[in-house]
């Protein structure tokens, strides 16, 4: 029984976690280009004016 | 030939920039002078053309950013200053031909983000809650159950509000607007198995429903998502195509200047200039200029008309040979393609009526459940007298019954399909129209575009002297008439004979021919009357090559079947179809089609009221039709019919009226649709079957009071998960090789990016 005390927030807390991370990278955008970011690995030549952040 | 040159070169720069200005107008405005356009490149498929694209654009001057999205095959390009950058020129000079699209295409779709939001909520409620009903069903002990119930009770609340709200918010819609759709018993079972789950915890009962309420949210989000995404990606899909209708034209001041003009902001009177490929923007008038006009979209007719001063035209046709200067005789929005759209406006008829299965099946089946919840509540009351017992009993009867295998029952076959659609090409709007294709009983072609391609074709080229014909074709390739591009096409590949003779003092004659000298002959190839004028036949007709006035050659041509058209339309007979033409060209075309194809019930030279008449007639003869078309003339009909297809090289809206779009140039797509919509509407009545025998058999167990939420869970997910499994076993158009080969549907699209840059 007292293992479940921390036991049990701990899971939900993890399960919170993965969620969050979830809804971030939705929101960031990172699954509106899936393929794009298969082929993207590809490339290695990150040159000056070639580097860009995602909005 | 000098002064033609000039001419032509002034042409092309007016092109150039009137191709810049069209980048500015279809740009959306950032922050601080900053734009951004969106452009549809069909030919990125792999990471050297991202870095291609990308590198080769950021080098122009005044592009900031550059961002290829390779599933959408979009770039989205950030531009600082006043003057866009000629981005179109710069990509067709990199090798991958692009065309403008809307600058919202590329935006978010807030729908689907709120639906993956809601899943993901509901899916860590529903596994969190699971995962502590596990242990009460294995028998916790009541204190560790009670704090169990209550996280529980937590989670669920979370998941209501949050992910339960869509499914709420259309139930309440439906019902104040005294409807009931499959959102309804959702809502209440759902509702009710959280209020009565609270009570028993607040009050330390020993079973609570929250697994099973938020478990219905979640397996009934995922087949919503589906739905969406499957929507979604046609909508994109098509959208992506080029646009056929002209954002701007190159105004003609009355002091001499030029202005570049949205369509929107022409007046009548205003004189429009168009270089040769431009298409004509409103209705107008022929001030200046000779050419060669293709209405293939507007009405249908496969020949080309010669436009000259004083001949009026309509806004869609496309200029094919000369500079034309045109006098706008009404504005965009009393132009040809508005009276379209009001036509079709006017036509939405059976579709409008037309309901969908779920919703049908929905509203008998939510007074059946419910009056069943209440008499089980009623007759428990009546025989133990416990209120508690009672609305337990009818709540789990509730759950049980809840449409969830009913809820995916429909949308899941319908993506299933639509998936399957989509690697054979075809495009699917939405679920119902699946539906409505597999109630089709005549299908209804136009010609031009559909049936042919709309591409001229020489008929006799074996008869004609190879190098008479190669001739002839050295000379037809400089010309962008379809009776040119013919006789180009029909050349014998390489002769060497010829490789050496030059051409000479090439002249296009716009609206009758081109002429040339080869080797101090003058040949000419056009039109007979001025081929012909010197040896005294003015009044021959026909196309042909002339040596200095003598005949060489003469040409026939007809109108390219689409691949396999005779296949499609005996598979359609075969499948109990009645096939029929309705076309807009000349009734000799027309017959001569409809004879190649063995079809005998045709009618030509139909205005698209016409069009849209007949459709009403068999309509009300209670037929179901299926119009198949592509031109601005077949919108309305597109709109009239129980169910559309369209070609991906239809007119904007065409496409946009239409159910399918079929990207691929083979008439087959019609085929495989129907055997396709056929086999889903049967795998639906499968599952409705299904679905209600597991409900005969659940029913009577719920009813005697024997569900308790383990029960409930287990029948639950595994009805659902028959029905899902039931779905996947759709095979109809699966044997198609290379199905998703990306480059075939690339190449259609190409061919229609490439039109407009001419």
Not at chain 1, 15 to 28: D, E, V
Not at chain 2, 488 to 502: E, F, I, S, V, W
Request: proline share 4%; hydrophobic share 50%; net charge neutral.
């Amino acid at each position: 029984m007292t293992s479940l005390i921390f036991l049990v927030p701990l899971a939900l807390l993890l399960g919170g976690t993965a969620l969050a991370a979830f809804l971030w990278s939705l929101k960031s955008g990172q699954y509106e280009d899936l393929e794009g970011a298969a082929e993207r690995i590809l490339l290695d030549d990150e040159e000056e004016g070639d580097q860009r952040s995602r909005k | 030939m000098n002064g033609r040159g000039l001419v032509a070169a002034a042409q092309a720069s007016a092109g150039a920039s009137a191709a810049r200005q069209e980048v500015r107008i279809a740009s959306r405005a950032l922050e601080q002078g900053l734009h951004q356009t969106e452009l549809s490149v069909p030919g990125v498929h792999c990471a050297g053309c991202i870095r291609t694209v990308e590198k080769g654009l950021s080098r122009i001057p005044g592009v900031e950013h550059v961002r290829v999205n390779l599933s959408t095959k979009r770039v989205s390009v950030k531009w600082r200053g006043d003057e866009p950058p000629d981005l179109l020129d710069a990509l067709e000079k990199l090798g991958f031909p692009g065309h403008l699209t809307e600058a919202d295409a590329g935006r978010k779709d807030p729908e689907f983000g709120r639906l993956i939001r809601a899943l993901a909520v509901a899916g860590f409620s529903a596994m969190n809650i699971m995962l502590l009903s596990v242990s009460v069903w294995s028998g916790a002990e009541p204190t560790t159950r009670h704090v169990f119930h209550w996280i529980s009770a937590a989670l669920a609340l979370l998941c209501l509000v949050y992910s339960g709200r869509i499914f709420f918010v259309s139930a309440w819609s439906a019902l104040s607007r005294g409807r009931t759709n499959m959102d309804v018993p959702i809502s209440i079972g759902v509702c009710l198995a959280f209020g009565l789950s609270l009570y028993d915890t607040i009050h330390n009962g020993p079973h609570a429903y929250f697994d099973a309420a938020t478990a219905l949210i979640f397996f009934l989000l995922i087949g919503r998502t589906l739905d969406h995404v499957m929507r979604e990606k046609a909508r994109t899909a098509v959208r992506g195509l080029a646009r056929l209708a002209p954002r701007g034209a190159t105004i003609l001041r009355d002091d001499g200047g030029r202005d570049y003009l949205a369509v929107g902001e022409i007046e009548p009177g205003m004189r429009i200039m168009l270089a040769a490929g431009d298409r004509i923007p409103v209705d107008g008038v022929v001030t200046e200029g000779a050419s060669d006009l293709d209405c293939a979209l507007t009405s249908g007719e496969s020949a080309p008309r010669r436009a000259t001063p004083g001949s009026s035209v309509q806004a869609g046709t496309l200029n094919l040979t000369g500079p034309l200067t045109i006098k706008a005789s009404a504005r965009v929005e009393n132009s040809f393609l508005a009276e379209m759209v009001r036509l079709m406006e006017a036509a939405e008829g059976g579709r409008a009526r037309y309901r969908r299965l779920a919703d049908r099946a929905a509203a008998l089946y939510s007074p059946v459940v419910h009056s069943v919840a209440l008499l089980t509540f009623l007759g428990w009351m009546m025989a133990t007298g416990e209120w508690h017992r009672a609305i337990t009993v009818a709540i789990a009867v509730l759950i049980i019954t809840c449409p969830c295998a009913l809820g995916l029952a429909v949308p899941i076959v319908q993506v299933v399909a639509a998936r399957r659609l989509f690697e054979n090409g075809i495009m699917v709007k939405d679920g119902s129209a699946i539906e409505r294709l597999a109630e089709s009983d005549i299908a209804v072609f136009d010609k031009t575009g559909t049936l042919t391609l709309g591409r001229l074709q020489l008929v006799d080229g074996d008869a004609i002297a190879p190098r008479d014909l190669a001739i002839a074709a050295r000379i037809a390739s400089l010309s962008n008439h379809p009776v040119s591009k013919a006789i180009a096409a029909a050349a014998p590949p390489a002769d060497a004979g010829l490789a050496d003779t030059g051409l000479a003092d090439v002249v296009e004659q716009p609206g009758v021919g081109i002429e040339a000298r080869i080797g101090g002959n003058l040949y000419r190839l056009g039109r007979a009357d001025w081929a012909l004028a010197e040896a005294g036949q003015a009044h021959a007709e026909g196309t042909v090559l002339s040596r200095d006035g003598t005949l060489v050659a003469r040409f026939a041509f007809e109108d390219t079947l689409r691949p396999q058209a005779r296949e499609a339309i005996e598979v359609l007979r075969e499948a109990g179809l009645r096939i029929s033409i309705l076309s807009g060209d000349a009734p000799g075309a027309v017959t001569a089609v409809a004879l190649r194809l063995g079809i005998d019930d045709f009618d030509a030279g139909l205005l698209p009221a016409a069009k849209v008449g007949r459709l009403d007639d068999l309509a009300s003869e209670g037929r179901k039709v299926l119009m198949v078309g592509d031109g601005l003339n077949d919108a309305p009909a597109l709109a009239a019919a129980h169910v559309s297809i369209a070609p991906a090289n239809a007119a904007d809206i065409g496409r946009s009226a239409a159910d399918f779009v079929f990207l691929r140039d083979s008439l087959v797509a019609v085929p495989t649709a129907l055997a396709i919509s056929r086999e889903a509407g049967q795998i639906v009545r499968q599952n409705f079957a299904l679905a209600t025998a597991y409900n005969a058999i659940a029913l009577p167990i719920a009813i005697a009071g024997y569900v308790t939420p383990l029960v409930a869970a287990l029948a639950m997910s595994l009805s659902s998960v028959l029905v899902v499994a039931n779905a996947l076993r759709l095979k109809a158009g699966k044997n198609i090789p290379h199905a998703t080969d990306p480059s075939r549907v690339r190449s259609v699209k190409g061919d229609i990016a490439v039109e407009p840059a001419q």
